[in-house]
């Protein structure tokens, strides 16, 4: 099965812009991959953030987007608060199977 | 309110087995896909099963391929995994969500705990 990479950790400024990024070993992510992201907090169930590249549920703070940038899957979070402080994973959807990627852990300092 | 309750987690010998449901609510159990998600201590998330709405083609990942089998009772709202021949590598706390292949993931539980130590 294929293998899903993301930066291991991020640093991002209260109030700053950071973009995380989401790769398949298999080749670029297309929106066909149906890409997610979702954040964990420790101690908390994962919670969804975006879903099938772009979409965000109702419970999605407008400061994150979601899209596809250079072949890869790409989570931006505009205007960062220290409550976004968080674990990010990325899921990607192939054809009989579903993968993570290995977690973005992101610092609002 | 959709609410999505695991059990049947616990502490088991490697080669046991266990069984995980969940229960579900809120929401039309039968239209959806289910998921079963797990997090070993420490670690990321890592996708175990998915199941459609109507049961039928199932699919895991290769990690558990042959151990576990996944079903649902569309009668009971309830979601199981049967966990077969587990390793100590299976130890992790397992999510079950709303959603899968076709259908969004978008609510989840709060999971339950397997440990498998001798």
């Known amino acids: 099965q294929a293998v899903v990479t993301q930066e291991p950790s991020l640093t991002v400024s209260p109030g700053g812009t950071v973009t995380l990024t989401c790769g398949s070993s298999?080749?670029?992510?297309?929106?066909?991959?149906?890409p997610y992201w979702f954040q964990q907090k420790p101690g908390q169930a994962p919670r969804t953030l975006i879903y099938?590249?772009?979409n965000k549920h109702s419970w999605t703070p407008a400061r994150f987007s979601g899209s596809l940038l250079g072949g890869r899957a790409a989570l931006t979070l505009s205007g960062a608060q220290p409550e976004d402080e968080a674990e990010y994973y990325c899921?990607?959807?192939?054809?009989?199977?579903?993968?993570f990627g290995g977690g973005t852990k992101l610092t609002v300092l | 309110e959709v609410h999505l309750l695991e059990s049947g987690g616990g502490f088991v010998q490697p080669g046991g087995s266990l069984r995980l449901s969940c229960a579900a609510s809120?929401?039309?159990?039968?239209?959806?896909?289910m998921t079963w998600v797990r997090q070993a201590p420490g670690k990321g998330l890592e996708w175990v099963s998915d199941?459609?709405?109507?049961?039928?083609?199932?699919y895991y990942a290769d990690s558990v391929k042959g151990r576990f089998t996944i079903s649902r009772d569309n009668s009971k709202n309830t979601l199981y995994l049967q966990m077969n021949s587990l390793r100590p590598e299976d130890t992790a706390l397992y999510y079950c969500?709303?959603?899968?292949?076709?259908?969004?993931?978008?609510?989840w539980g709060q999971g339950t705990l397997v440990t498998v130590s001798s």
């Open positions: 199941i459609p709405g109507s049961g039928g083609r199932t």
């Open positions: 298999t080749g670029g992510v297309t929106s066909g991959h149906y």
């Open positions: 809120g929401f039309t159990f039968n239209n959806y896909p």
């Open positions: 099938d590249t772009i």
């Open positions: 969500s709303k959603g899968g292949f076709g259908s969004v993931t978008d609510y």
């Open positions: 899921l990607l959807d192939y054809p009989d199977f579903r993968v």
